[in-house]
Protein backbone atom coordinates (compact mmCIF):
# COMPACT_ATOMS: atom_id res chain seq x y z
CA UNK A 1 0.00 0.00 0.00
CA UNK A 2 2.55 2.44 0.77
CA UNK A 3 4.90 1.82 -2.29
CA UNK A 4 1.70 2.05 -4.22
CA UNK A 5 0.94 5.70 -2.55
CA UNK A 6 4.28 6.99 -2.50
CA UNK A 7 4.97 6.15 -6.27
CA UNK A 8 1.66 8.07 -7.05
CA UNK A 9 3.00 11.00 -4.76
CA UNK A 10 6.29 10.97 -7.07
CA UNK A 11 4.59 11.10 -10.57
CA UNK A 12 3.10 15.00 -9.25
CA UNK A 13 5.91 17.71 -9.57
CA UNK A 14 4.32 19.76 -6.53
CA UNK A 15 1.79 17.23 -4.38
CA UNK A 16 -1.05 18.20 -2.49
CA UNK A 17 -3.29 16.81 0.43
CA UNK A 18 -6.34 16.41 -1.55
CA UNK A 19 -4.36 14.79 -4.55
CA UNK A 20 -2.96 11.97 -1.97
CA UNK A 21 -6.78 11.73 -0.68
CA UNK A 22 -8.78 11.91 -4.19
CA UNK A 23 -6.19 9.11 -5.43
CA UNK A 24 -6.90 7.00 -2.56
CA UNK A 25 -10.91 7.24 -3.26
CA UNK A 26 -10.59 6.54 -6.62
CA UNK A 27 -8.56 3.42 -6.04
CA UNK A 28 -10.90 2.91 -2.51
CA UNK A 29 -14.15 2.94 -5.20
CA UNK A 30 -13.02 0.40 -7.39
CA UNK A 31 -13.87 -2.35 -4.64
CA UNK A 32 -17.88 -1.45 -4.50
CA UNK A 33 -17.24 -2.63 -8.49
CA UNK A 34 -15.96 -5.91 -7.93
CA UNK A 35 -18.08 -8.98 -6.60
CA UNK A 36 -16.77 -11.72 -4.21
CA UNK A 37 -17.27 -14.41 -6.98
CA UNK A 38 -15.40 -12.10 -9.51
CA UNK A 39 -12.03 -12.90 -7.83
CA UNK A 40 -10.33 -15.92 -9.61
CA UNK A 41 -7.11 -15.07 -9.14
CA UNK A 42 -4.11 -14.49 -6.18
CA UNK A 43 -3.26 -11.26 -7.69
CA UNK A 44 -7.38 -9.95 -8.65
CA UNK A 45 -7.54 -11.08 -4.66
CA UNK A 46 -4.08 -9.12 -3.41
CA UNK A 47 -5.55 -5.75 -5.93
CA UNK A 48 -8.68 -5.92 -4.14
CA UNK A 49 -7.13 -6.45 -0.65
CA UNK A 50 -4.57 -4.14 -1.75
CA UNK A 51 -7.48 -1.31 -2.75
CA UNK A 52 -9.35 -1.85 0.32
CA UNK A 53 -6.44 -0.79 2.87
CA UNK A 54 -5.99 2.53 0.58
CA UNK A 55 -9.70 3.78 1.78
CA UNK A 56 -8.39 2.96 5.57
CA UNK A 57 -4.99 4.67 4.24
CA UNK A 58 -7.60 7.66 3.64
CA UNK A 59 -9.25 8.33 7.02
CA UNK A 60 -5.27 7.66 8.50
CA UNK A 61 -4.07 11.28 6.70
CA UNK A 62 -6.76 13.04 7.04
CA UNK A 63 -6.15 12.32 10.98
CA UNK A 64 -2.53 12.94 11.25
CA UNK A 65 -2.68 16.01 9.23
CA UNK A 66 -4.82 16.91 11.87
CA UNK A 67 -2.44 15.89 14.67
CA UNK A 68 0.08 17.47 12.68
CA UNK A 69 -1.90 20.83 12.38
CA UNK A 70 -2.04 21.01 16.78
CA UNK A 71 1.47 19.78 17.28
CA UNK A 72 2.41 22.48 15.27
CA UNK A 73 0.30 25.51 17.22
CA UNK A 74 1.43 23.71 20.59
CA UNK A 75 4.72 24.26 18.93
CA UNK A 76 4.53 27.64 18.79
CA UNK A 77 2.73 28.07 22.07
CA UNK A 78 5.67 26.26 23.23
CA UNK A 79 8.21 28.75 21.45
CA UNK A 80 6.24 32.19 22.85
CA UNK A 81 6.66 30.48 26.58
CA UNK A 82 10.15 29.87 26.12
CA UNK A 83 10.77 33.66 24.34
CA UNK A 84 8.94 34.92 28.23
CA UNK A 85 11.81 33.80 29.70
CA UNK A 86 14.61 35.85 28.38
CA UNK A 87 12.67 39.00 29.66
CA UNK A 88 14.52 40.55 32.71
CA UNK A 89 11.06 40.12 34.95
CA UNK A 90 9.82 36.53 34.92
CA UNK A 91 6.19 35.92 35.39
CA UNK A 92 6.55 32.20 37.28
CA UNK A 93 2.89 31.60 37.98
CA UNK A 94 1.65 32.93 34.35
CA UNK A 95 4.44 30.12 32.83
CA UNK A 96 3.18 27.39 34.95
CA UNK A 97 -0.01 27.71 33.69
CA UNK A 98 0.94 27.87 29.70
CA UNK A 99 3.00 24.67 30.41
CA UNK A 100 0.30 23.37 31.90
CA UNK A 101 -2.26 23.86 29.72
CA UNK A 102 0.32 22.76 26.64
CA UNK A 103 0.86 19.42 28.77
CA UNK A 104 -2.90 18.96 28.82
CA UNK A 105 -3.40 20.06 24.55
CA UNK A 106 -0.69 17.36 23.70
CA UNK A 107 -2.49 14.48 26.32
CA UNK A 108 -5.34 15.00 24.90
CA UNK A 109 -3.95 14.91 21.10
CA UNK A 110 -1.97 12.03 21.67
CA UNK A 111 -5.20 10.22 23.39
CA UNK A 112 -7.34 11.31 20.42
CA UNK A 113 -4.37 9.82 18.20
CA UNK A 114 -4.34 6.55 19.93
CA UNK A 115 -8.08 6.20 19.62
CA UNK A 116 -7.73 6.73 16.02
CA UNK A 117 -5.43 3.96 15.61
CA UNK A 118 -7.22 1.27 17.84
CA UNK A 119 -10.63 2.35 15.35
CA UNK A 120 -8.18 1.70 12.21
CA UNK A 121 -6.43 -1.35 13.47
CA UNK A 122 -9.94 -3.04 14.41
CA UNK A 123 -10.78 -1.95 10.60
CA UNK A 124 -7.93 -3.69 8.97
CA UNK A 125 -8.58 -6.93 11.16
CA UNK A 126 -12.13 -6.71 9.83
CA UNK A 127 -11.12 -6.46 6.75
CA UNK A 128 -8.47 -9.22 6.38
CA UNK A 129 -11.45 -11.38 7.96
CA UNK A 130 -13.36 -10.44 5.33
CA UNK A 131 -10.51 -10.77 2.61
CA UNK A 132 -10.23 -14.18 0.74
CA UNK A 133 -6.36 -14.06 1.31
CA UNK A 134 -4.28 -15.36 4.35
CA UNK A 135 -2.57 -12.49 5.83
CA UNK A 136 0.63 -14.34 6.21
CA UNK A 137 1.20 -16.33 3.15
CA UNK A 138 -1.25 -14.62 0.65
CA UNK A 139 -2.22 -17.22 -1.15
CA UNK A 140 -6.19 -17.43 -0.50
CA UNK A 141 -7.25 -18.54 2.69
CA UNK A 142 -10.20 -21.42 4.03
CA UNK A 143 -12.72 -18.83 3.78
CA UNK A 144 -12.27 -18.80 -0.11
CA UNK A 145 -11.70 -22.31 0.07
CA UNK A 146 -15.12 -23.02 1.52
CA UNK A 147 -16.54 -20.32 -1.34
CA UNK A 148 -14.92 -22.48 -4.34
CA UNK A 149 -15.53 -25.69 -3.19
CA UNK A 150 -19.39 -24.57 -2.56
CA UNK A 151 -19.24 -22.90 -6.27
CA UNK A 152 -18.02 -26.71 -7.76
CA UNK A 153 -19.93 -28.93 -6.00
CA UNK A 154 -23.33 -26.84 -6.67
CA UNK A 155 -22.61 -27.41 -10.67
CA UNK A 156 -22.91 -31.34 -10.03
CA UNK A 157 -20.95 -32.02 -13.56
CA UNK A 158 -17.69 -30.58 -14.92
CA UNK A 159 -16.40 -31.04 -18.12
CA UNK A 160 -12.90 -31.77 -16.97
CA UNK A 161 -11.25 -33.48 -14.17
CA UNK A 162 -10.31 -31.53 -11.01
CA UNK A 163 -7.87 -33.07 -8.42
CA UNK A 164 -7.45 -31.46 -4.95
CA UNK A 165 -4.44 -32.10 -2.94
CA UNK A 166 -4.29 -31.78 1.27
CA UNK A 167 -0.47 -30.85 2.12
CA UNK A 168 0.87 -31.02 5.55
CA UNK A 169 3.77 -29.55 6.89
CA UNK A 170 6.12 -32.88 8.35
CA UNK A 171 7.34 -32.28 12.25
CA UNK A 172 6.24 -28.54 12.18
CA UNK A 173 5.67 -28.51 15.83
CA UNK A 174 9.75 -29.28 16.03
CA UNK A 175 10.54 -26.36 13.59
CA UNK A 176 8.20 -23.98 15.94
CA UNK A 177 9.89 -25.56 19.32
CA UNK A 178 13.36 -26.05 18.39
CA UNK A 179 13.62 -22.20 16.56
CA UNK A 180 10.69 -20.28 17.63
CA UNK A 181 7.45 -19.34 16.01
CA UNK A 182 8.65 -16.52 13.67
CA UNK A 183 10.31 -19.55 12.42
CA UNK A 184 7.47 -21.47 11.98
CA UNK A 185 6.30 -18.27 9.83
CA UNK A 186 8.86 -18.05 7.50
CA UNK A 187 8.90 -21.90 6.77
CA UNK A 188 4.93 -21.09 6.06
CA UNK A 189 6.30 -18.44 3.65
CA UNK A 190 8.88 -20.44 2.05
CA UNK A 191 6.38 -23.29 1.30
CA UNK A 192 3.75 -20.95 0.03
CA UNK A 193 5.88 -19.31 -2.60
CA UNK A 194 7.49 -23.18 -3.69
CA UNK A 195 3.83 -23.98 -4.83
CA UNK A 196 3.29 -20.86 -6.74
CA UNK A 197 6.53 -21.13 -8.71
CA UNK A 198 5.50 -24.58 -9.48
CA UNK A 199 1.62 -24.44 -10.23
CA UNK A 200 -0.09 -23.28 -13.20
CA UNK A 201 -1.77 -20.24 -13.26
CA UNK A 202 -5.25 -21.87 -13.20
CA UNK A 203 -4.38 -23.81 -10.15
CA UNK A 204 -5.33 -22.34 -6.58
CA UNK A 205 -3.60 -22.41 -3.86
CA UNK A 206 -5.47 -22.01 0.01
CA UNK A 207 -3.87 -22.05 2.90
CA UNK A 208 -6.41 -24.51 5.25
CA UNK A 209 -4.91 -23.58 8.79
CA UNK A 210 -1.71 -23.83 11.14
CA UNK A 211 0.53 -25.83 8.95
CA UNK A 212 -1.76 -27.81 6.36
CA UNK A 213 -2.52 -26.23 2.76
CA UNK A 214 -5.13 -27.20 -0.09
CA UNK A 215 -4.26 -27.13 -3.66
CA UNK A 216 -7.05 -27.55 -6.58
CA UNK A 217 -5.55 -28.21 -10.31
CA UNK A 218 -8.22 -28.19 -12.79
CA UNK A 219 -8.28 -29.82 -16.50
CA UNK A 220 -5.49 -32.36 -15.43
CA UNK A 221 -5.37 -36.29 -14.96
CA UNK A 222 -4.52 -38.40 -12.76
CA UNK A 223 -0.87 -39.06 -14.48
CA UNK A 224 -0.19 -35.34 -14.71
CA UNK A 225 -1.50 -34.78 -10.89
CA UNK A 226 0.66 -37.39 -9.66
CA UNK A 227 3.80 -36.11 -11.49
CA UNK A 228 3.05 -32.62 -9.90
CA UNK A 229 3.20 -34.03 -6.84
CA UNK A 230 6.04 -35.73 -7.04
CA UNK A 231 7.36 -32.19 -8.30
CA UNK A 232 6.46 -30.55 -5.20
CA UNK A 233 7.82 -33.14 -3.02
CA UNK A 234 11.16 -33.05 -4.27
CA UNK A 235 11.34 -29.66 -4.44
CA UNK A 236 10.32 -28.88 -0.98
CA UNK A 237 12.48 -31.52 0.25
CA UNK A 238 15.63 -31.02 -1.79
CA UNK A 239 15.64 -26.79 -0.78
CA UNK A 240 16.58 -25.46 2.66
CA UNK A 241 15.49 -22.51 4.14
CA UNK A 242 17.88 -20.18 6.13
CA UNK A 243 16.81 -18.57 9.05
CA UNK A 244 19.43 -16.81 11.47
CA UNK A 245 22.43 -19.28 9.89
CA UNK A 246 20.24 -22.21 10.93
CA UNK A 247 19.57 -24.56 7.43
CA UNK A 248 16.25 -25.56 7.74
CA UNK A 249 15.24 -28.74 6.24
CA UNK A 250 11.19 -29.39 5.13
CA UNK A 251 9.17 -31.98 4.14
CA UNK A 252 5.63 -32.03 3.10
CA UNK A 253 2.87 -35.22 3.04
CA UNK A 254 -0.07 -35.04 0.22
CA UNK A 255 -2.70 -36.61 0.09
CA UNK A 256 -4.68 -36.31 -2.88
CA UNK A 257 -7.93 -36.80 -4.18
CA UNK A 258 -10.42 -36.80 -7.53
CA UNK A 259 -13.37 -34.86 -7.32
CA UNK A 260 -16.84 -36.67 -8.16
CA UNK A 261 -20.14 -35.24 -9.71
CA UNK A 262 -21.84 -36.71 -6.29
CA UNK A 263 -19.41 -34.84 -3.99
CA UNK A 264 -20.29 -32.22 -1.31
CA UNK A 265 -17.14 -30.02 0.00
CA UNK A 266 -17.31 -31.75 3.47
CA UNK A 267 -16.75 -35.26 1.41
CA UNK A 268 -14.46 -34.29 -0.72
CA UNK A 269 -11.75 -32.71 1.93
CA UNK A 270 -12.90 -35.75 4.22
CA UNK A 271 -10.95 -37.67 1.26
CA UNK A 272 -8.36 -35.59 0.61
CA UNK A 273 -7.47 -35.79 4.75
CA UNK A 274 -7.71 -39.42 4.67
CA UNK A 275 -5.21 -39.64 2.08
CA UNK A 276 -2.68 -37.16 4.30
CA UNK A 277 -3.05 -39.22 6.86
CA UNK A 278 -1.66 -42.72 5.02
CA UNK A 279 1.21 -41.11 3.93
CA UNK A 280 1.82 -39.50 7.56
CA UNK A 281 1.45 -43.11 9.01
CA UNK A 282 3.45 -44.46 5.88
CA UNK A 283 6.86 -42.15 6.76
CA UNK A 284 5.75 -38.33 5.38
CA UNK A 285 7.49 -37.34 2.72
CA UNK A 286 5.09 -38.64 0.70
CA UNK A 287 1.92 -38.99 -1.43
CA UNK A 288 -1.11 -41.86 -1.49
CA UNK A 289 -4.57 -41.01 -3.28
CA UNK A 290 -7.80 -41.96 -2.05
CA UNK A 291 -10.73 -42.76 -4.88
CA UNK A 292 -13.73 -43.33 -4.74
CA UNK A 293 -14.47 -47.02 -6.67
CA UNK A 294 -16.36 -46.53 -9.64
CA UNK A 295 -16.90 -43.04 -8.77
CA UNK A 296 -18.47 -40.69 -11.74
Not at 11 to 40: G, M, R
Amino acid sequence: MCKELMSNIDTQEIPTKDQVVNFLHDAANTIETIADDAISSNEQAKQVFTNAFKEIANSTLISYQGTNNVFEELAKAHQETVDECTEIYINLPEIKEKFNLIQEQMSAEVERANNIITDLTSQVKELERNSSLDSLTKVFNKRALSTYLHQICAAKTNSYELHLLMLDIDDFKVINDTYGHIAGDKVLIYIANILRKTLRDGDKIFRFGGEEFVIILNRIDTKACQQITKRILNLISSNQLIYKGNSLSVTMSIGTTVHYSSDTPDEIIARADKALYKSKKSGKNQMNSELITNGN
